[in-house]
């Protein structure tokens, strides 16, 4: 059975693998049908949903050839098999060296002790005008 020393333990390890830019070691933590949801929007305005290992290895692929990344649980509930965390998260741009720090939240589910969906809440406005800004410095 999953407790929260564990739970914590899964999410802190996809957190980490992230930082270090070791993608696979991220999709570790992950099942195979794995289900992502970002409150901020992708590139056509949705919010941004990834569903399957393989289409989060391309997004973090993508990710981490353009920015430097970081992240690390700041606290972590769990309750009824869903964790609830709040991260600190930092990007900066490889070209123009242009950065984004923020909290996120996190609601994360399990199953046979991976990660097997994760929402996440972002400052909506303040991502999509970094994404915005690091779009227009790198344009010709």
Known sequence: MLNCETARAIADEAHRAFSAGDVEAVLETYTDDFYFKR???????????????????????????????????DSFTFHSGIGRARALY???????????????????????????????????????AFFRLIERQTSP
């Open 39 to 73: 409150n901020a929007e992708d590139f056509i305005g949705a919010p941004l949903i990834i569903e399957g290992k393989d289409a989060m290895r391309s997004f973090l692929k993508n990710i981490m050839q353009k920015a430097e990344c970081m992240s690390f649980i």
């Open 90 to 128: 930092y990007l900066k741009d490889r070209q123009i060296g242009t950065s984004y720090t923020a909290n996120l939240r996190q609601i994360i589910t399990f199953r046979n002790m991976q990660i097997a969906t994760m929402d996440v809440y972002h400052d909506r406005a303040r991502l999509n």
